[in-house]
């Protein structure tokens, strides 16, 4: 079996997991619950303003940051919402997890991990004594 075809197997895999699953019934019934929905958008736009002006180095006013932190109060009390964001978070995980296993099985090298800077940590130490 080819490496692309592992790779197909392991995006079916993936498609078909509950992690999967849950996030994608989750975020049906976040949907179709109008108020949440809106509550959400309106959340998630506030959070992406404000994460970029903060990479552009701009003051966040003492506003907006009160507002994120509203909405963000508002969402933590709502069922839906709360269901959505744990399911994101499962589904993350194990995407993570997923991405960690492939790293590790091929050491890293050309990923952005330690062997980054172009040196594979045995050729550095050999070049550090």
Not at 78 to 105: C, D, K, M, T
């Amino acid at each position: 079996m080819s490496v692309i075809d592992k790779a197909h197997d392991l995006g079916d895999a993936l498609a078909n997991s509950t992690e999967l699953l849950a996030l994608r019934k989750a975020e049906s019934e976040l949907a179709s619950d109008q108020a949440s929905h809106r509550m959400w958008v309106e959340h998630e736009k506030a959070r992406r303003s404000w994460e970029m002006a903060r990479r552009l180095g701009q003051e966040i006013s003492p506003q907006e940051l009160e507002r994120l932190a509203k909405l963000e109060e508002e969402l933590a009390g709502n069922p839906q919402v709360q269901a959505y964001v744990e399911a994101q978070n499962r589904f993350a995980n194990l995407v993570q997890s997923v991405s960690f296993i492939l790293r590790r099985s091929i050491g890293e090298e050309g990923l952005g991990g330690c062997s980054s800077c172009g040196i594979t940590c045995h050729r550095r130490n050999e070049i550090e004594r």
